[in-house]
């Protein structure tokens, strides 16, 4: 597709070389390639911010951690139960937020490990929690890997299900 025009003139006939006409062509792709990296970079923005709305409008919280077990992302969900922001939780060991005595109720370590190996999800549904700033709450704890570039991390999924197990009964 065109882009643009570069037009050179000049009052002499013939007066650029096969050379001149080559360096040209060369500042025209460049141009272009600059023109394309751009529009490249707007459509990822986009689609990163689109990604990021849809992430914090889903009322289940994410946790991302690494192979180190340090969180590399949070959802606003997620920080908003803590009632913090999101930067204060990044590379900070995910054992430290660890929810309403987790540990409890299985090993943390070892089935993040479990999940890093095999690629096998776990979840553990109808956890039954309290905690100083919630009444008691019943939720839904996935464990995922996912690939982000050669490194494998771990999406954590907390689901909020009180209400839902309160109409159950």
Not at 21 to 46: N, P
Not at 85 to 91: A, C, I, S, T
């Amino acid at each position: 597709s065109v882009l643009g025009v570069i037009h050179v003139e000049s009052l002499e006939l013939n007066a650029f070389t096969h050379d001149d006409v080559m360096v040209l062509v060369t500042v025209a792709d460049q141009i272009a390639l600059s023109f394309e990296k751009s529009r490249l970079s707007r459509e990822l923005m986009e689609a990163h911010q689109l990604i990021a709305a849809i992430n914090d409008s889903l009322p289940v919280s994410i946790v991302i951690v690494d192979r180190e077990m340090e969180i590399n992302y949070v959802n606003r969900t997620f920080s908003e139960m803590y009632g913090m922001r999101r930067e204060d939780f990044l590379h900070q060991p995910v054992k430290k937020f660890c929810l309403w005595d987790m540990s409890s109720q299985f090993n943390l370590d070892q089935e993040l490990e479990h999940v890093f190996v095999t690629g096998a999800p776990i979840t553990h549904s109808n956890i039954r929690y309290t905690s100083p700033e919630h009444p008691e709450k019943v939720v839904t704890v996935s464990f995922f890997r996912v690939m982000a570039g050669a490194n494998p991390l771990i999406m954590i999924l907390i689901q909020d299900i009180t209400d839902f197990t309160k109409k159950a009964y």
